[in-house]
């Protein structure tokens, strides 16, 4: 499969789209907020224009925010069009993107190019956990603080917010006036951190070469913008594998939407998708979108992944044949509502009595 940069989708083809005054003032708006960001992050790191590090936008809120899990009863997204908006949720999707006459033909010769692959950015394809925990260290260090030793706090530093982790969990007692600097310094670090970073999470590089063989089309998902992830992905030599990436020019409001505009840009019904996650929301929010989800054991414990549909504790773990045996039993009705047929008793023989008179 021939997986360069060039295969990239970046509209979300089968739905045609035409941009609106109000979608232009939005794109205008995005393009406002990227150039607020870039100048805030050239200011705070002091870097000029051959500091990669400036090229980053420092938006700290966004490193911990917690995105809601999305797609629940049938929730859906809005796809603008000239006649008006028009609702997009799993349903729908699941509809629009059914297999035609040729292509249901090719994949009953091979049915691994029917799936599609999701993989979420943190702690599945980068160790993004061990960098946010060491961006905390360092600021700590730098103004004369201690990060706790206590593995229930860090982790919760690791989810919360920064207000949160800045104000409850570490307990500086900071004015509220240094919060800001405090943020902006510790995106600092993480992004710093995120530059160096050149190997994938263990196994990953290897499984990719394997679905890649079979024909399987990938998708990556994240809050982070377009062009620093793609320079992420070129600089662990991973860029190659995907075919789509979602990221935060698609303005994605929940998890589930992310992978939905993922399994559209993949063109594969989101029944025929398996999201790798390491998260139990990310987990709810792929079946939320009638999606397979596989776990990866690492940030949380293997007790907290229970409802995966398979839980692994690295890539090496895996082959192709694991994707078919989760979709064995599902067929074309993966995930619907059935109903139950109810055993119809025996109809009673009446009992009759010739009599002779």
């Not at 870097?47 to 980053?56: H, I, P, Q, T």
């Not at 570490?170 to 995120?194: I, N, Q, T």
Request: proline share 4%; charged share 25%; glycine share 6%.
């Amino acid at each position: 499969m021939d997986c360069t940069y060039s295969n990239f989708r970046t509209s979300t083809a089968p739905f045609s789209w035409t941009p609106t005054s109000t979608s232009t003032s939005k794109l205008k708006f995005r393009r406002l907020n990227s150039i607020k960001h870039s100048m805030v992050a050239m200011s705070v790191s002091g870097s000029g224009e051959n500091g990669s590090l400036a090229r980053f936008p420092l938006t700290p809120n966004k490193l911990f925010m917690q995105e809601a899990i999305g797609a629940e009863y049938g929730e859906g997204f809005e796809s603008f069009r000239p006649d008006g908006p028009m609702k997009v949720d799993v349903d729908f999707l699941n509809d629009r993107l059914q297999e035609g006459f040729l292509k249901r033909i090719r994949y009953s010769m091979k049915p691994d190019e029917a799936y599609g692959l999701v993989f979420s950015w943190d702690n599945v394809v980068a160790d993004t956990q061990t960098l946010k925990l060491n961006a905390w260290k360092q600021l700590a260090s730098e103004e004369g603080k201690r990060v706790p030793e206590d593995g229930d706090v860090q982790k919760l530093m690791l989810y919360a917010g920064a207000d949160q982790v800045l104000q409850k969990l570490l307990l500086w007692g900071m004015a509220e006036s240094e919060l800001d600097r405090l943020k902006l310094r510790f995106s600092e670090l993480y992004y710093r951190g995120l530059l160096s970073l050149k190997t994938p999470v263990d196994g990953l590089k290897e499984w990719l070469d394997a679905v890649s063989t079979a024909r399987i089309p990938c998708a990556i998902v994240s809050s982070l913008d377009r062009i620093h992830m793609l320079e992420a992905l070129d600089r662990m030599s991973l860029k190659k594998y995907f075919q789509a990436i979602v990221t935060e020019e698609d303005d994605m409001e929940s998890m589930a939407h992310r992978f939905l505009s993922a399994a559209v840009k993949l063109d594969r019904k989101p029944s025929k998708c398996v999201v790798f996650e390491d998260d139990p929301r990310g987990i709810t929010a792929a079946h939320n979108c009638t999606m397979m989800a596989i776990a990866l054991i690492g940030a949380h414990p293997a007790y907290d992944l229970v409802q995966a549909d398979l839980a692994v504790g690295s890539f090496n773990e895996l082959s192709v044949i694991n994707l078919r045996r989760l979709f064995a039993n599902k067929g074309s009705t993966f995930m619907e509502l059935q109903k139950q047929s109810a055993e119809k008793a025996p109809s009673k023989r009446k009992l009759r009595i010739d009599t002779i008179f």
